[in-house]
């Protein structure tokens, strides 16, 4: 049962995160038919100013005793840091061994982290921050390519509109879909959304270390509909097949089917988002031959179908 929750703030927090937090559980729903939740806001020292990442300051009621007691703990994302406040990790340990609910916004996966919850466990955050996140807490079990993770007692969101998911998450699992529900009507967003982080990855296009093979690239870019085959490819490179395929993978980093797949997915996403085209014409225009192949292409690499990636990313104009 969910019935008290307490969101921690330390130095550098994130005000959009922190307002997530305050908007699921921190406002009356029960006119609306959802159970009351007792929400406080603590602090290191109770009364003491904490400053946003953005410099603006809020000064919390509670102080770290008023994790005592709660089910859901929650941190909002925060600014980076080597090292977090002792007694903040204390008290997140603590709130876990006497079985608390963990949940942690985007970067507030850090501080849980360093309070050595994550050991072992799976979770996730930001996929800009994936790579130091798994640098520094090796033994995590990370997923960056998912909005939110479950792991029981731990949940963990990705970046920024994500905290939502798992905020409503945690009121279905603790309380029902119809407070869910509820919660999310008034919110204007939707109970769950479908996809995971790879959907809003920028896929870097790989960049050659010499000019060899350029103009081959840029035709390639510019004839995605066309048909390419390596001895074709390796025919206009002027080199053999073996030696073409060498050189290749030495100046992009992947082999010739995979880079020419990872174009066509970044043509079509600029389709799919600023034309009207239907995911036939669209599968045509960027060679992929059909609906179908585009699909499991675009589900492999962007993790969602172009339908429901249009339906996200789509402009006005289309």
Same mark, same amino acid.
């Given at each position: ?31 609306d038919g959802v159970p009351p939740i007792e929400f ?19 000064t919390p009621e509670f102080g770290l005793d008023a ?46 982290? /360093? /309070? ?13 921050? /994936? ?188």
């Amino acid at each position: 049962m969910l019935q008290t929750v307490t969101a921690v703030l330390v130095e550098g927090f994130a005000p959009f995160e922190f307002g997530i937090l305050c908007e699921v559980f921190g406002t009356d729903r029960t006119d609306d038919g959802v159970p009351p939740i007792e929400f406080r806001v603590c602090g290191e020292v109770p009364g003491a100013p904490v400053r946003s990442n953005i410099g603006v300051p809020l000064t919390p009621e509670f102080g770290l005793d008023a994790l005592d007691g709660a089910d859901l703990v929650a941190v909002p994302a925060m600014t980076i840091r080597a090292e977090y406040p002792p007694a903040v990790l204390a008290a997140l340990r603590a709130a876990s061994a006497r079985g608390a609910t963990l949940l942690s916004e985007c970067s507030g996966a850090f501080i849980l982290g /360093a /309070a050595g919850l994550l050991d072992d466990r799976a979770c996730t955050t930001h996929w800009r921050h /994936a790579d130091e996140f798994a640098r520094r807490f090796p033994r995590a079990r990370l997923n960056p390519d998912v909005l939110f993770v479950d792991d029981g007692n731990i949940v963990t969101s990705a970046g920024t509109a994500s905290g939502i998911d798992a905020c409503l998450h945690v009121v279905r699992r603790e309380l029902g879909a119809a407070a869910a529900t509820a919660v999310a009507r008034r919110m204007v967003v939707p109970p769950q959304r479908d996809g995971g982080q790879r959907q809003y990855v920028d896929l870097p296009i790989p960049q050659c270390t010499s000019d060899s093979l350029q103009p081959v690239l840029a035709w390639m870019l510019e004839n995605l509909a066309e048909e390419h085959t390596v001895a074709a490819l390796a025919h206009r490179a002027r080199m053999s097949e073996r030696s073409f395929a060498r050189h290749f993978v030495a100046e992009t980093g992947t082999t010739p089917h995979k880079w020419l797949s990872a174009q066509r997915v970044l043509h079509a996403r600029e389709l799919l988002e600023r034309t009207p085209m239907s995911v036939d014409e669209v599968a045509r225009r960027c060679g992929f031959g059909s609906a179908a192949l585009l699909r499991h292409h675009f589900q492999r690499v962007v993790g969602v179908s172009p339908t429901d990636y249009r339906r996200t990313f789509a402009s006005q104009t289309a």
